[in-house]
């Protein structure tokens, strides 16, 4: 595998499911980030984390939640989410602390909540 | 409110001539720049950034541009290519690692 890896691509689930998000980064990067991107809307900012360490939240419902075990892979746990949280979501990872800091993405995973 | 905005969500260029996609942004802080491109069903790739202390960067057919004073950054596309057809996303920060992603613009090519 090589780049930013996200599975599953498809998920359709129910306002009462929980289900995770999964993503893997195969860059030796130091950063990840998970993006939500709904129709018609710039690519949201949901969550950063560095060196493993959470360092932004921007202002995300507590039905999200991320977990970074490693600087590899990342998760986004969701929970009782609503039809409104339908949408792209991307992960993506950086080196921190280069002169270069451009995000590398995954493919993303289609939410539908139905 | 948006700090950076791409106003045309589309755009219509014949082959060979060339595409001019604009992003605008508010925060004057911002000093880097960043141009992805992204095919349906794919993530964004990046394409080509921009420091502040530059007002140009060229690679290949791809060419972003900076005006600092107008807050304002473009990408030229010459020449275009069919292959060239996808969704231009522009991206800033200030120093740091968080992105401030515009709408998109999505080129079409005409062959």
């Known amino acids: 595998e090589t780049g930013v890896t996200q599975t599953p691509r498809h998920l359709v689930m129910g306002m009462t499911n929980k289900k995770s998000l999964k993503c893997e980064q195969h860059?030796?990067?130091?950063?990840m980030y998970w993006y939500k991107q709904s129709a018609k809307k710039p690519l949201e900012l949901m969550f950063v984390?560095?060196?493993?360490?959470?360092?932004e939240n921007n202002s995300v419902p507590s039905r999200f939640s991320p977990e970074c075990p490693n600087s590899s892979h990342l998760f986004l746990h969701l929970h009782t989410l609503q039809p409104e949280d339908s949408a792209l979501y991307l992960c993506?990872?950086?080196?921190?602390?280069?002169?270069?800091?451009?995000?590398?993405f995954g493919p993303g995973t289609r939410l539908t909540v139905l | 409110d948006q700090q950076v905005k791409q106003n045309s969500p589309s755009l219509s260029v014949q082959e060979g001539r060339i595409s001019i996609l604009n992003c605008d942004y508010t925060?004057?802080?911002?000093?880097?720049f960043l141009w992805y491109k992204k095919y349906p069903a794919e993530g964004p790739t990046f394409l080509i950034s921009?420091?502040?202390?530059?007002d140009k960067n060229e690679d290949g057919r791809f060419t972003v541009f900076l005006n600092k004073s107008a807050k304002h950054l473009s990408l030229h596309i010459v020449p275009s290519q069919p292959g060239d057809s996808a969704v231009y996303f522009c991206?800033?920060?200030?120093?740091?690692?968080?992105?401030?992603f515009g709408t998109g613009t999505s080129l079409t090519v005409i062959p």
């Open positions: 860059l030796g990067h130091n950063a």
């Open positions: 991206a800033a920060s200030n120093t740091g690692n968080q992105f401030y």
């Open positions: 993506a990872s950086s080196q921190v602390g280069g002169f270069d800091n451009e995000q590398f």
């Open positions: 921009i420091s502040s202390i530059k």
């Open positions: 925060n004057s802080m911002f000093d880097y």
């Open positions: 984390y560095n060196f493993k360490e959470q360092t």
